[in-house]
């Protein structure tokens, strides 16, 4: 059962305005008479027997309106006109009223097919049982869109049968719906449909990066600091139990560095198949990210930088003296700082700023005090994060040093639930996501996803048919995605082998898609002094800049500011005013070689 054609007397800005849906048939309605007649020129094997069109035209000119009159003429609603179905097998047209209450005289050719009236919609169902000998027809309106702002009624609750919602903007106010969406898009990913164009499977992946670069030279460039390097003094006399006159301060540092740079490149070598994965990753989120823990809580705390400096020290000298022994005790050490160490930070820090002992000393232990809670709070996260992955390691589907990968959508979203609620403390050193897929490609992937699974259900049921209304088609997608998406959608739909029961309304704004389209096929739309217009458009076979200006309705193929400046430019050259330095500077920046060497030619 197809979508033909609409006449909408009266819905929003919609007025007294006919919408053809399909290029079959000739449907006009004047008011009183509703003609069908065929079209000489139809062509039904252009789109590979698929009936698909699209609806294109300025924000605001009424192209989500279009399909919401649709939806809502199985609700209660007090929009006005009326609704054409045709199903094929019968040749028979279902007229469908909506609030519309006179009577209707249908100017039909017999040849063509016949007709009748369809009114019983109370039930959010919508299908044509010709005659009692009929088997009837189901239809669904299959809704996907990546717009969030996409939503035809805001009540849902009589038309579940009639309206399946897999927008983007209802999938992600439900937990259940977003896990089921995950499902679907695994499902698809993993069909044959799509392993055919792509060789290798799809997972969802978590990678744990090291310490970034910038990190290891600071560290490193702390151990060059004049202050540290007077605060190591007691340090190193202690650790060797020698006057400080008798070291080579220089060469134990190196020597300390050297460990450390070792240190980290194990950080860097998680194996996610170790059988003590809970204890040892713990460690490893712990000294992967502490450094930037203590970065974060003394430059939001306004700690002084000396104060920064020796806890990345101190953390450096709890690493090399207790690495094997794990984190446990770190946050120990670092609050023991103040007493420890406070002679030597209070000797340091008076050398650069003329401030008394004690102030010295209180300014240490505020800082530090105060830094130990954020640091605190961050390795409880870490601990509760290394449990979360350890209880889900049985559903690793692939792991390696540094990453794992996952198929199981329960273990992904509990996964990524704590990532989300640790982020502030993980700072970026987890990444996750579909491994391979940036996110214009997978926002691409998503619609023909749910497309896919709502129409694989359905495959087998000759009495269940769907209309799939796609919602500004070209958002998120790169141009050569959207050069390709009509076809891609073609195929897909033709590989299901369900063409014959599927048809497809599509809005969009981009000339790329619309060139896919024949003229009769495409619903121009425009505003013009409050109401809606129904215009000419171009589509098969038209150059992509006249696409630009005349079927998607642009004043102009140049950038509104660009235009302004070269028409400036132009208007001079054509006053035969001199252009003056800057105007010829700037039209020798200009990219087209016609107009530059015309506003450049004396």
């Not at 702002?149 to 009589?158: A, D, E, R």
């Not at 609050?335 to 240490?364: C, F, M």
């Not at 033709?494 to 096929?521: A, G, K, M, Y």
């Amino acid at each position: 059962m197809k979508l033909i054609f609409s006449h909408i007397i009266e819905h929003k800005i919609l007025q007294d305005i006919s919408i053809p849906f399909s290029s079959e048939f000739n449907c006009s309605y004047d008011g009183q008479t509703l003609s069908i007649e065929e079209n000489p020129d139809y062509l039904p094997n252009y789109y590979e027997g698929l009936k698909i069109s699209a609806i294109i035209g300025t924000n605001g000119s009424g192209k989500t309106s279009i399909l919401e009159f649709i939806e809502n003429s199985t609700l209660y609603n007090e929009s006005r006109g009326i609704i054409v179905w045709f199903r094929e097998k019968d040749r028979c047209f279902a007229i469908q009223t909506v609030n519309h209450d006179k009577e209707i005289e249908v100017k039909l050719d017999k040849s063509i097919g016949k007709f009748d009236f369809l009114t019983s919609t109370r039930t959010g169902k919508l299908g044509i049982t010709p005659n009692a000998q009929s088997v009837p027809v189901q239809l669904s309106i299959l809704k996907v869109s990546n717009v969030n702002g996409f939503q035809l009624v805001v009540n849902h609750k009589h038309n579940k049968q009639f309206i399946i919602d897999k927008t983007i903007q209802t999938i992600s106010r439900s937990p259940k719906k977003k896990i089921s969406f995950m499902k679907e898009l695994f499902h698809y990913l993993n069909s044959d449909e799509w392993t055919r164009k792509r060789s290798t499977r799809v997972s969802y992946k978590f990678t744990f990066k090291g310490l970034s670069p910038t990190v290891k030279t600071q560290i490193f460039n702390v151990f060059k600091d004049e202050g540290i390097i007077k605060y190591l003094h007691g340090y190193y006399s202690d650790q060797h139990d020698k006057p400080i006159d008798q070291l080579d301060i220089a060469d134990l540092i190196k020597k300390d560095i050297d460990y450390l740079k070792r240190v980290f490149s194990r950080l860097t070598e998680f194996d996610f198949n170790n059988t003590r994965m809970s204890e040892d990753l713990h460690s490893n989120l712990v000294f992967n990210n502490i450094f930037t823990l203590i970065n974060k809580a003394c430059f939001y705390n306004g700690s002084p930088k000396q104060i920064n400096k020796i806890l990345i020290v101190e953390t450096c000298l709890f690493i090399l003296g207790n690495y094997r022994f794990g984190p446990e005790n770190l946050l120990s050490h670092l609050k023991g700082v103040t007493q420890s160490n406070n002679e030597r930070y209070i000797e340091i820090e008076s050398n650069e700023y003329p401030i008394s002992k004690q102030s010295a000393s209180d300014t240490l232990e505020y800082n530090v005090q105060k830094i130990s809670g954020s640091i605190e709070k961050g390795l409880r996260a870490y601990r509760e994060l290394a449990y979360t992955l350890s209880d889900n390691q049985e559903y690793f589907d692939s792991a390696s040093l540094n990453s794992f990968t996952l198929t199981n959508v329960e273990a992904i979203f509990r996964l990524e639930k704590s990532l989300e609620i640790y982020s502030e403390d993980l700072n970026g050193s987890v990444v996750y996501g579909w491994d391979g897929f940036s996110s214009g490609e997978l926002a691409r992937i998503g619609l023909f996803s749910l497309i896919f699974n709502h129409l694989k259900k359905t495959q087998n049921d000759v009495q269940q048919h769907t209309l799939i209304a796609i919602d500004e088609a070209d958002i998120y997608l790169h141009p050569e995605w959207q050069r390709t998406f009509v076809s891609d959608l073609i195929e897909m739909i033709r590989e299901l082998d369900v063409q014959d029961r599927v048809q497809v309304i599509l809005s969009t704004h981009s000339p790329l898609i619309i060139c896919d389209f024949l003229t009769e096929d495409i619903i121009s739309i425009k505003a013009k002094d409050g109401h809606t217009e129904i215009g000419e458009s171009l589509g098969f076979g038209t150059k992509l800049s006249d696409s630009y200006l005349q079927g998607m309705h642009l004043k102009s193929t140049f950038g509104e500011h660009s235009r302004e400046k070269l028409q400036d430019l132009i208007d001079k050259k054509m006053s035969g005013n001199k252009l003056t330095g800057n105007d010829l500077k700037l039209a020798r920046k200009i990219s087209n070689t016609n107009v530059r060497g015309s506003l450049l030619d004396d």
